[in-house]
């Protein structure tokens, strides 16, 4: 065999002998009896990383062509991991810092949330109390420069205006704005900071008696801004019963998520609990801490709602505390621990399952020909997320709440109330236009007299209206992004559109809260939830 035919064996069969010397590795490691911070899972340049990394330098110094062996360590290690499951992965030392920064409910930088408009940063706005607000910075500045190098109208990414705003706290940044129509660039040195990342995006009162909060996802500061939220609205407002909305909320940190649980629950109540491998269980329970008395819950479950947001509906759902409201959950009922590794990476493994009270673990099935990573889209095409009977349990063993009602583990937590999808907001080209509505109202309002718009949030959500005007001008904007114009789709979806538009006006004017505000004054599930919490929790049909 000439050396032109040995050449494509060895680099097809390379990544795979890797992965194989990587997996012996792994198998050592869980031989020994705790985690040492030296042996690497990574086995980078360690003694003890052995014949992987001899391998490596062997590819190193002698391969024919010019080979990043960081890159091929890495493909080796996703690799191995994609044999496992699909939540453990490995995190590279580039990606780790802005995870760990989400999951902490904190980064340090200027504080400012913006969108990309024809490739210039614009300002939706400063974090509130954040240094940007203190510096003067503004909702629609544009910033062209940082440090002196201009930025605007060069296309940059996302990720490397985050790297340039954001750095050590007490570090300083000079920013260049162009305000409103003004043609002389403004200066701006902010001090960076700690800014927190925010969980709760809204908290309100839907009618005299039930409250409404919206948790995006369990990060670490999550437990206490639901304190922080619940709060007023039980001892000002005089909530007694709570619409708790987890849709899209992949989950996140369980603890905090259990810290929630045990406000609505009596002392000493399960909650969940894990079991790995070696088969130990570790049981999570109420802490009896609970500081006010809430009456009824509601939680909203959607395709996306993950993890320890599935935890919570689980629990409720399992002692029938409340009622779960909305469409099957993801289907996530594994439980990660993170290590970090020598290279600055981390890897994230799942190490234990979790279940219900009622004793059933919601992960569906990933081993089976499963398209994973698209079940929603796979669920949308077979006709469950409009239609309740289409659903299909992965597990049909029968498990029972306290109250004796047939629940099914496997695949996610089943709705007690379904909640269709409005199938006719899925076409491409609502979708695509949707997409430009945050860049259009930017523009939009650059026109408009802000004070004009800027009446109290109830009066706007109550009486403001999005004329067909401006709907036109949104679909002539999105004409000029190349989005068609479609008259029979936008006939269907003129009305959703109207709301879209309001949702996002009224959070360029009053923040998350006003976008949920007008999204809920017209949402099904919303709706259904507060019609179905005044019959009290649920019970068995007998």
């Known amino acids: 065999m000439t050396d032109n035919e040995k050449r494509p064996k060895l680099q097809t069969r390379l990544p795979l002998l890797l992965a194989i010397t990587l997996a012996i590795g792994m198998l050592i490691g869980q031989k020994l009896p705790h985690y040492d911070r030296n042996f690497s899972l990574e086995l980078g340049t360690s003694a003890k990383s052995g014949t992987l990394d001899e391998i490596l330098r062997y590819v190193e110094a002698k391969y024919v062509d010019t080979i990043d062996t960081e890159d091929l360590r890495a493909k080796a290690i996703e690799h191995l991991l994609d044999g496992l499951d699909p939540h453990s992965v490995y995190i590279s030392p580039d990606e780790l810092k802005a995870v760990e920064d989400d999951m902490n409910g904190a980064f340090e930088g200027?504080?400012?949330?913006?969108?990309?408009?024809?490739?210039?940063?614009?300002?939706?706005?400063?974090?509130?109390?954040?240094?940007?607000?203190?510096?003067?910075?503004?909702?629609?500045?544009?910033?062209?420069?940082?440090?002196?190098?201009?930025?605007?109208?060069?296309?940059?990414?996302?990720?490397?205006?985050?790297?340039?705003?954001?750095?050590?706290?007490?570090?300083?940044?000079?920013?260049?704005?162009?305000?409103?129509?003004?043609?002389?660039?403004?200066?701006?040195?902010?001090?960076?900071?700690?800014?927190?990342?925010?969980?709760?995006?809204?908290?309100?009162?839907?009618?005299?008696?039930?409250?409404?909060?919206?948790?995006?996802?369990?990060?670490?500061?999550?437990?206490?801004?639901?304190?922080?939220?619940?709060?007023?609205?039980?001892?000002?407002?005089?909530?007694?019963?709570?619409?708790?909305?987890?849709?899209?909320?992949?989950?996140?940190?369980?603890?905090?998520?259990?810290?929630?649980?045990?406000?609505?629950?009596?002392?000493?109540?399960?909650?969940?609990?894990?079991?790995?491998?070696?088969?130990?269980?570790?049981?999570?329970?109420?802490?009896?801490?609970?500081?006010?008395?809430?009456?009824?819950?509601?939680?909203?479950?959607?395709?996306?709602?993950?993890?320890?947001?599935?935890?919570?509906?689980?629990?409720?759902?399992?002692?029938?505390?409340?009622?779960?409201?909305?469409?099957?959950?993801?289907?996530?009922?594994l439980v990660q621990e993170q290590y970090p590794l020598s290279n600055g990476g981390a890897l994230r493994l799942t190490v234990s399952r979790y279940f219900t009270p009622s004793g059933r673990c919601i992960q569906r099935d990933y081993k089976h020909g499963q398209d994973y990573k698209h079940e929603a889209e796979r669920r949308l095409q077979n006709g469950e997320l409009s239609n309740a009977n289409k659903i299909k349990q992965d597990d049909t063993t029968k498990y029972y709440t306290g109250q004796g009602r047939i629940v099914f583990g496997g695949g996610g937590i089943t709705p007690d109330v379904f909640v269709p999808i409005d199938t006719s907001y899925s076409s491409v080209y609502f979708t695509s236009v949707r997409q430009k509505i945050p860049q259009f109202i930017s523009r939009w309002m650059e026109s408009q007299n802000r004070m004009n718009l800027s009446a109290a949030l109830p009066e706007f959500a109550r009486s403001y209206t999005v004329t067909d005007e401006i709907l036109e001008a949104l679909v002539a904007y999105a004409e000029k992004q190349d989005i068609k114009r479609n008259p029979t789709e936008l006939a269907k979806c003129r009305t959703e559109l109207k709301l879209q538009l309001k949702a996002r006006l009224a959070k360029t004017l009053f923040g998350d809260e006003g976008l949920y505000k007008v999204l809920n004054d017209d949402d099904p599930a919303v709706e259904k939830a507060v019609q179905v919490l005044k019959s009290g929790p649920p019970v068995a049909k007998r």
């Open 110 to 333: 200027v504080g400012i949330e913006f969108i990309l408009l024809d490739d210039t940063i614009q300002v939706v706005a400063p974090v509130s109390g954040g240094p940007s607000e203190m510096a003067g910075i503004l909702p629609g500045d544009k910033i062209v420069s940082i440090n002196d190098t201009l930025i605007a109208g060069l296309k940059i990414e996302t990720g490397k205006i985050y790297n340039k705003l954001r750095g050590p706290k007490g570090s300083k940044v000079k920013i260049g704005i162009l305000r409103g129509h003004e043609t002389a660039q403004l200066y701006f040195e902010i001090l960076r900071d700690v800014i927190p990342v925010k969980s709760i995006e809204a908290a309100y009162m839907l009618d005299e008696k039930t409250g409404y909060i919206r948790i995006a996802q369990f990060n670490g500061n999550t437990y206490r801004e639901f304190m922080q939220n619940l709060t007023p609205l039980v001892e000002e407002k005089g909530m007694k019963s709570m619409v708790l909305d987890l849709r899209g909320n992949p989950g996140g940190y369980l603890e905090e998520a259990t810290e929630i649980l045990s406000q609505v629950f009596p002392d000493g109540k399960l909650l969940l609990y894990t079991q790995g491998r070696a088969g130990q269980r570790k049981d999570y329970k109420s802490n009896g801490r609970a500081r006010f008395d809430i009456q009824n819950v509601a939680v909203l479950i959607d395709e996306g709602s993950a993890s320890a947001s599935e935890i919570v509906a689980g629990a409720i759902q399992d002692w029938d505390r409340g009622w779960v409201v909305g469409r099957r959950s993801f289907g996530k009922g």
